[in-house]
């Protein structure tokens, strides 16, 4: 298993501003994943962040929106950048192990409210 | 593509059992996932099956595969209040990448 620490686990935010979400993990694993959740809904994936490559982004999120990191097998960020009141949400990170069929584990999200 | 659908509320009584339903679309996946998130926390594993069996137990959970029908369920025997939660059913993607979530099934159990 894995343990995920997310920071902040919430803010509040101006539109127009930008906010950086850190994912910390306790142990090194080789793929990340950052998810939305929109109020009541499930679960969006946004992009899939393997240290040594670029993020690659899911259909309708960019990376000039959602800049991503991933300096090393522990951490990652997420950016939302210009925000808007529509991008009030949780934000999730995730990650795997070496099989990728097994399951994925989860920080506590950063409760986001855009203002 | 890949879909998870499940329906969206269950009420029960506490002691009853709940039974929450999933239906998937890739018949490729190899593990399929019950999650539970509890109000302002992230997702929990609760259990998994794997594509080749039937049936799964694990203390007060059953979880039952239908591979014909791509239907997937979660019975909670006994339900108790501190099982009200949202319940994801997830399915592991072909490639095995990507965990693709149904809407979640939000469980109300009455005292």
């Known amino acids: 298993s894995a343990v995920i620490s997310q920071k902040p686990s919430r803010d509040i935010c101006q539109r127009g501003t930008s906010l950086t979400i850190q994912c910390q993990v306790d142990?090194?694993?080789?793929?990340m994943f950052w998810y939305r959740q929109q109020p009541g809904q499930s679960l969006t994936l946004i992009a899939t962040a393997n240290q040594g490559s670029e993020a690659t982004y899911e259909s309708g999120f960019v990376i000039d929106k959602f800049p991503i990191s991933r300096p090393n097998l522990t951490f990652s960020t997420l950016t939302v950048s210009n925000m808007s009141p529509e991008d009030s949400s949780i934000y999730l990170c995730s990650v795997k192990g070496q099989d990728p069929n097994t399951e994925a584990f989860f920080g506590q999200g950063t409760r986001l409210t855009v203002v | 593509g890949e879909d998870v659908e499940q329906s969206l509320f269950l009420s029960v009584r506490e002691g009853d059992s709940s039974v929450i339903n999933c239906t998937y679309t890739d018949s490729s996946s190899t593990y399929l996932y019950w999650y539970k998130q509890e109000p302002g926390a992230g997702l929990q594993l609760l259990t998994y099956?794997?594509?080749?069996?039937d049936m799964k137990q694990d203390q007060r959970l059953t979880v039952l595969l239908n591979k014909k029908d791509k239907h997937l369920s979660l019975r909670i025997a006994d339900t108790q209040t501190g099982d009200s939660a949202i319940y994801f059913c997830?399915?592991?993607?072909?490639?095995?990448?990507?965990?693709?979530f149904g809407a979640g099934t939000r469980l109300f159990v009455k005292a």
């Open positions: 142990s090194q694993v080789t793929m």
């Open positions: 997830a399915e592991v993607n072909t490639g095995g990448f990507k965990t693709i």
């Open positions: 099956i794997f594509s080749n069996m």
